[in-house]
């Protein structure tokens, strides 16, 4: 069923959001399941940000692909930072492995090393500056496990 | 805008740095910086080990990915799966109907290639219609017999007068076309006469000219035939006007198309291009 509240989307916007904004579905569900650590809850995250994105496809439509992977972390963030739940770490054995991170943590090193953003759109994303993103990158780095099971 | 590294501690800076450090990408100053610490043991041991997790993070992190059925949960946010699915069949016989359309476009254009090429081949390879008479050396015998004629035997019409020729041309019968004629071939070259010569199968008309200044005589043919059934010869231009030219022993040759059908040929002495720029007036 269609979001009852979400405009029609023409044609040249249906395509768009089908072809380029679906394909970034991945990367974001990725963010989503790495900060939150529930694949159920990341899921829900993500279609979310995707309803978000979907309410402001025309601001979307003439960007990069590397810039509306940005804009769909950027939403996923907002959401994630409002949701007291998914800012705690979920159950999964890969939570566990970030559990030590805090929220700002996970969301960087994420972003930077599991989605592939730079320093400069992950600064975007978090609404800092790349030094501090530099610093919590490290940090983060630095407490993540030699192994990840496997 | 570049930021201060140098606000990172030396292990902040390893582990904040180390893909623009193996990238290239680290200014002079950060770069000299990376390299210096990578001297210490300590630090060149935790460049690996940060190097080694994050290759491992990143493995773990490809592990997860949205089912076929969630992303289709995604597409339902903008439109109704049934609708979608609609509009997929559509666009799939939109586009089979093109490709059926491109299909026989591209059939079509290689049986149009296909016939063309035969049209081509056909053109160029079947041999021309050949002529009832070797024009090129029964001109030239009959030119050579023609100045050898002191009387004019040979002409059925001696006359100076070109509109003597233009009369007997007219009432002769038997002539298949309409012979092109020149009231003036220019210099002092006077008319001496006209004939049909009359190998049966082929009927050609000879005017015979004279010229005091050079002393010498010089023959204009009309035949029906083409330029292309003569031998392949040098192309010449006077002026716009094409012609092909031959030699033989003291005399010269030049012939062209003077209509559709008809073939105009200047036996002479004089050279080529002097009786191509005598054969060109007939073309104006």
């Avoid at chain 1, 320093?119 to 030094?131: A, P, R």
């Avoid at chain 2, 623009?20 to 610490?37: G, I, P």
């Avoid at chain 2, 010569?197 to 002393?215: G, P």
């Avoid at chain 2, 029906?224 to 040759?253: C, K």
Wanted: hydrophobic content about 40%; charged content about 25%.
């Amino acid at each position: 069923m269609t979001e009852s509240n979400l405009r029609k989307l023409n044609e040249n916007e249906l395509f768009f959001y089908e072809d380029r904004v679906c394909g970034e579905a991945d990367a974001v569900y990725r963010f989503c399941f790495g900060v939150g650590g529930d694949p159920a809850k990341a899921y829900e995250l993500v279609k979310m940000t995707y309803k978000n994105a979907a309410e402001e496809i025309a601001g979307l439509l003439n960007l990069s692909t590397e810039e509306i992977r940005t804009e769909l972390i950027k939403i996923s963030y907002r959401l994630l930072s409002k949701d007291k739940i998914a800012k705690k770490s979920g159950s999964s054995l890969f939570a566990k492995y970030l559990s030590k991170l805090s929220f700002e943590q996970k969301s960087i090193v994420l972003a930077k090393d599991i989605v592939g953003l730079t320093v400069k759109q992950v600064s975007h994303v978090i609404d800092n500056d790349e030094l501090f993103v530099r610093k919590e990158l490290a940090a983060a780095r630095i407490q993540l496990p030699d192994s990840f099971g496997h | 805008m570049t930021i201060d590294l140098s606000k990172l501690s030396d292990s902040e800076f390893i582990a904040g740095t180390v893909e623009d450090f193996y990238a290239d990408q680290l200014s002079t100053k950060d770069l000299a910086r990376y390299k210096k610490l990578l001297e210490q043991e300590s630090f060149k041991e935790s460049n690996d080990d940060i190097k080694e997790t994050i290759g491992q993070f990143q493995l773990a992190g490809q592990g997860f990915y949205l089912t076929e059925q969630q992303l289709g949960g995604l597409h339902d946010i903008v439109e109704d799966s049934e609708i979608r699915r609609t509009r997929e069949v559509q666009r799939i016989e939109q586009i089979g109907r093109w490709e059926a359309l491109g299909d026989f476009r591209r059939r079509l254009s290689i049986v149009v290639l296909i016939v063309a090429i035969a049209v081509a081949v056909i053109y160029y390879f079947t041999p021309s219609k050949k002529l009832p008479f070797n024009v090129l050396e029964s001109l030239s015998y009959e030119a050579l017999a023609m100045e050898d004629d002191i009387g004019g035997a040979r002409l059925d019409l001696p006359t100076k007068s070109m509109l003597e020729v233009t009369e007997f041309l007219s009432v002769y019968n038997g002539l298949t076309y309409e012979p092109t004629l020149l009231n003036s071939i220019g210099g002092d070259w006077t008319v001496e006469g006209v004939t049909v010569i009359d190998y049966e199968s082929a009927k050609i008309v000879a005017l015979q000219y004279f010229s005091k200044e050079y002393s010498e005589k010089l023959f204009y043919f009309n035949y029906q035939g083409n330029l292309s059934e003569l031998p392949r010869a040098t192309l010449g231009n006077v002026d716009g006007f094409l012609y092909q030219t031959y030699a033989s022993d003291d005399m010269n040759i030049v012939c062209w198309q003077l209509s559709d059908k008809v073939m105009g040929l200047i036996i002479g002495h004089r050279s080529a291009v002097e009786l191509a720029t005598i054969a060109s007036r007939t073309m104006k």
